[in-house]
Structure formats: C-alpha cells, structure tokens
C-alpha cells in the first residue's frame, strides 16, 4: 500500500531524513520506533507533505510526493498528529463533522453512529466541547475523527503520549480490533515499543534519520540492541 524510497525531508535548511526506504504492505501494521529527535514524526509528516520532501512515496502505485495534503487525504491517507490536534472550541460531533470534509457521499451521520459503538465515551460526550474532554477520550476523538475520512492508511504518531497507562491499553486494544476488523492498514509512531510490538506485525527503529534495524515485531521484541534501547532490558 505504502512504498517510500530514497525520502529525505527538512525543514528550511535543517536536514531531519536521509534516504529512508520502507513499507507498509495492504492490511498490515507496521512500528516506527526511535529515541526523541531520530526522526519519527518527519516521516509521517513527510508521507502527508507536510515540510520539504523529496524521493519518492508511492501510495497504492502512484508517487504522493508534491500533491497536497488535501489531496492525499482524498487519496485515503489520514494522519493522527502528536498531541491530538482535536478542536478545542468546537463539539466532539462538530469534529467528527470536520474529518468528514473532503467526503461527497451521504453517509457521513451513518459513520459517527459506528464510531459513537466503537467509543462509547465519546457518544456520551457527543455535545461537549473537545476542550472539555479527558487526555484519553481527545485521543479517542482524534482518531474517530481521522477516521471519518474514510482512509486506507492510518498515521499515528505517539498515540499513547501523556495518557494513563490503563487509557493507553485500552486504546491499543482497540486499534488491534480495528485492524482484524476492517482490515485497516497502520503506520504507527510510538516510544512505548513493548505495546507497539504487540500490536505491529512488523518494526523499524530510526536513528537519526536512517533507519538502522529492521524485521518482524516478534525479532525485534528478541533482540538485544531493542530491549536495551527501548524495553527497558
């Protein structure tokens, strides 16, 4: 589904990625792993064109890079960003209403009636303002909301950021049904690896913007140079 070769991203005259090459195959979920600063969220920033990219990204065969972040969310990529990114001032219905923007169809009310089952807390919430909401139940509306987009591809970076541990299971723990359910494709960002391997199929570790391991979730989770970096070993 995803295809990256040769990406190199930047911000103005600061270099973040060298050459990454990875991808996400159809129906799978695949784990960035890395220290703060080695260039996790750069690449899920750079798949959306969102700072100065070049090489190639293939989104189901065709390169992305170039195209608008509008258009490649119309394409079937959504990116959940750090730190939620909800609308504050606007009702937990009104940002699901948000994430629908770029849909023509008529079942956008029929998709917040299936997310409201998924989280329940949110459709107890559903008139709320965003703002007013716990850590946990923004998280669970800025991936509803992303959601609402219908995509093929899910971006998440740092999901489990500034949440409870027993919050972060349980929205792990949902993830892992979407993606037996639907089918949904993910390329998560996360520090908390131990959940992450538990949920990916499959793992890459970047380091200062080259990615330097790669290989199952289950290889990764046994090897030493992870479990010292990033498991606590």
Same mark, same amino acid.
């Given at each position: #589904?995803?295809?990256? &070769?040769?990406?190199?991203?930047?911000?103005?005259?600061?270099?973040?990625?060298?050459?990454?090459?990875? &991808?996400?195959?159809?129906?799978?979920?695949?784990?960035?792993?890395?220290?703060?600063?080695?260039?996790?969220?750069?690449?899920?920033?750079?798949?959306?064109? #969102?700072?100065?990219?070049?090489?190639?990204?293939? /989104?189901?065969?065709?390169?992305?890079?170039?195209?608008?972040?509008?258009?490649?969310?119309?394409?079937?990529? %959504?990116?959940?960003?750090? !730190?939620?990114?909800?609308?504050?001032?606007?009702?937990?219905?009104?940002?699901?209403?948000?994430?629908?923007?770029?849909?023509?169809?008529?079942?956008?009310?029929?998709?917040?009636?299936?997310? /409201?089952?998924?989280?329940?807390?949110?459709? +107890?919430?559903?008139?709320?303002?965003? !703002?007013?909401?716990?850590?946990?139940?923004?998280? #669970?509306?800025?991936?509803?909301?992303?959601?609402?987009?219908?995509?093929?591809?899910?971006?998440?970076?740092?999901?489990?950021?500034?949440?409870?541990?027993?919050?972060?299971?349980?929205? /792990? +723990?949902?993830?892992?049904?979407?993606?037996? *359910?639907?089918?949904?494709? #993910?390329?998560?960002? *996360?520090?908390?690896?131990?959940? %992450?391997?538990?949920?990916?199929?499959?793992?890459?570790?970047? &380091?200062?913007?080259?990615?330097?391991?790669?290989?199952?979730?289950?290889?990764?989770?046994?090897?030493?140079?992870?479990?010292?970096?990033?498991?606590?070993?």
């Amino acid at each position: #589904m995803l295809k990256v &070769e040769g990406l190199h991203a930047s911000y103005g005259a600061v270099s973040v990625l060298r050459g990454l090459d990875f &991808e996400v195959p159809d129906g799978e979920v695949r784990v960035i792993l890395g220290a703060n600063g080695a260039g996790k969220t750069t690449t899920l920033r750079a798949i959306c064109n #969102m700072c100065n990219v070049s090489g190639t990204v293939e /989104f189901e065969g065709e390169n992305i890079v170039g195209t608008s972040t509008a258009q490649i969310v119309q394409k079937g990529v %959504a990116h959940v960003p750090q !730190g939620r990114g909800t609308f504050p001032e606007l009702s937990v219905t009104d940002n699901l209403l948000v994430g629908a923007y770029v849909r023509k169809d008529n079942e956008v009310r029929d998709d917040i009636g299936r997310w /409201f089952e998924i989280f329940p807390r949110l459709e +107890e919430r559903k008139d709320q303002l965003a !703002g007013s909401l716990s850590g946990g139940e923004q998280q #669970m509306l800025a991936v509803a909301r992303a959601l609402m987009s219908r995509p093929r591809l899910l971006l998440l970076d740092e999901p489990s950021l500034g949440l409870a541990p027993l919050i972060i299971e349980d929205l /792990f +723990e949902r993830f892992t049904a979407l993606n037996k *359910e639907t089918g949904l494709t #993910m390329l998560v960002v *996360e520090q908390n690896a131990n959940l %992450a391997l538990e949920m990916a199929d499959y793992g890459y570790v970047i &380091e200062s913007g080259h990615i330097t391991l790669s290989g199952p979730a289950d290889q990764l989770k046994n090897d030493p140079a992870v479990q010292e970096a990033y498991l606590g070993a």
